[in-house]
């Protein structure tokens, strides 16, 4: 079975572009969750979707941050623009049943803003 | 803010030597997960025990929940070089599971 899959794996761009990353979710699954990831912050939840809808954005960052998920099989996390501190691994995660429930991660994208 | 927190935040064992890492939590919790993360991957769900269960076994793995005292243990036997990884546990709240800040294991052959 395919699991959750992330895209660009790296990508290395400069101060004031903006940034889209990619997930596709494991098929079936209902809930949707991005982090980031940083040594100094460890992992941190973004925002999280349940049915396409998103239900808890608390932990995005600032209003340069933005998600959005048109469908149950795909998912964007839009930065824009983009600044040297959102360096770090962005990862999508993917449950069934619940938002407690175990969740399946992607292998994440590297982000580093020159 | 971090619910959970692991401890110790490196361990460096021989391979076969059995290895444990701890968790501790501050609030009330419904359940808790286990996570390993290999460098550069993501992470990968270990095990999950629920807050009226007090041990788990999947394996090699061997999970302990103390309640009482919000804390939780991980206990990887026989370990194997390819058990080097950061291990986090994940606490629930009421509406989102959060991380801990992970153990480091390096197992040498």
């Known amino acids: 079975d395919a699991g959750v899959i992330q895209s660009p794996r790296h990508e290395v761009t400069e101060m004031g572009q903006e940034v889209t990353l990619r997930c596709k979710p494991i098929?079936?699954?209902?809930?949707l969750f991005w982090y980031r990831q940083t040594m100094m912050r460890g992992l941190e939840l973004l925002i999280y979707?349940?049915?396409?809808?998103?239900?808890?954005d608390s932990g995005m960052p600032e209003d340069r941050f933005s998600a959005k998920m048109p469908n149950a099989s795909f998912s964007t996390l839009k930065i824009q623009p983009s600044e040297p501190r959102d360096s770090a691994v962005y990862f999508c995660?993917?449950?069934?049943?619940?938002?407690?429930?175990?969740?399946?991660f992607g292998d994440g994208t590297r982000l580093s803003i020159l | 803010s971090q619910q959970g927190e692991e401890d110790p935040q490196a361990l460096s064992i021989q391979e076969g030597e059995n290895a444990t890492m701890n968790c501790s939590y501050k609030?009330?919790?419904?359940?808790l997960q286990w996570y390993r993360q290999n460098s550069g991957r993501g992470l990968v769900h270990l095990i999950l025990?629920?807050?009226?269960?007090r041990e788990k076994h999947s394996g090699r793995l061997r999970v302990t929940l103390d309640t009482s005292k919000k804390s939780s243990s991980l206990l990887i036997t026989a370990s194997r070089a390819a058990d080097t990884a950061s291990y986090f546990c994940?606490?629930?709240?009421?509406?989102?599971?959060?991380f801990g800040t992970g153990t480091r294991l390096q197992v040498f052959p």
């Open positions: 995660a993917s449950s069934l049943g619940g938002r407690n429930q175990p969740q399946h």
């Open positions: 025990i629920r807050s009226n269960e």
């Open positions: 994940a606490t629930d709240r009421t509406d989102k599971l959060i």
């Open positions: 609030t009330s919790i419904n359940n």
């Open positions: 979707f349940n049915n396409n809808v998103p239900i808890d």
């Open positions: 098929s079936g699954h209902d809930y």
